[in-house]
């Protein structure tokens, strides 16, 4: 009894110190102009200026970012995590200049 004891303790703490294998990912965002709100699938988190946002891809395979201001064309990405791994690691922060509408 006492070994099992004994074992389950070291099983456990061993458990513990794994790096977990989470579905989300903080990223940067930078929308000019800095008013733009910015979107995370469909809810609001945020504006433009640079800010770190959770990109969950617990449920989904996707994500899907918009950025909308008056005057300008909304954008909109849908992006896997493989693509948001990528852009980290070659570019970093993501930064999206939104046009004018004509």
């Given at each position: 009894?006492?070994?099992?004891?004994?074992?389950?303790?070291?099983?456990?703490?061993?458990?513990?110190?794994?790096?977990?294998?989470?579905?989300?990912?903080?990223?940067?965002?930078?929308?000019?102009?800095?008013?733009?709100?910015?979107?995370?699938?469909?809810?609001?988190?945020?504006?433009?200026?640079?800010?770190?946002?959770?990109?969950?891809f617990g449920e989904n395979e996707r994500v899907c970012v918009?950025?909308a201001a008056p005057g300008f064309e909304p954008l909109c990405?849908?992006?896997?995590?493989?693509?948001?791994?990528?852009?980290?690691?070659?570019?970093?922060?993501?930064?999206?200049?939104?046009?004018?509408?004509?």
């Amino acid at each position: 009894m006492r070994r099992r004891l004994c074992c389950s303790a070291v099983v456990s703490l061993v458990l513990l110190t794994l790096p977990s294998c989470s579905s989300v990912m903080k990223v940067g965002i930078s929308v000019d102009p800095p008013s733009a709100a910015v979107f995370v699938n469909g809810v609001r988190d945020g504006q433009g200026a640079r800010r770190i946002h959770d990109f969950d891809f617990g449920e989904n395979e996707r994500v899907c970012v918009q950025a909308a201001a008056p005057g300008f064309e909304p954008l909109c990405e849908m992006l896997t995590k493989q693509q948001v791994t990528d852009q980290l690691a070659k570019y970093g922060d993501f930064t999206w200049v939104l046009k004018q509408e004509k």
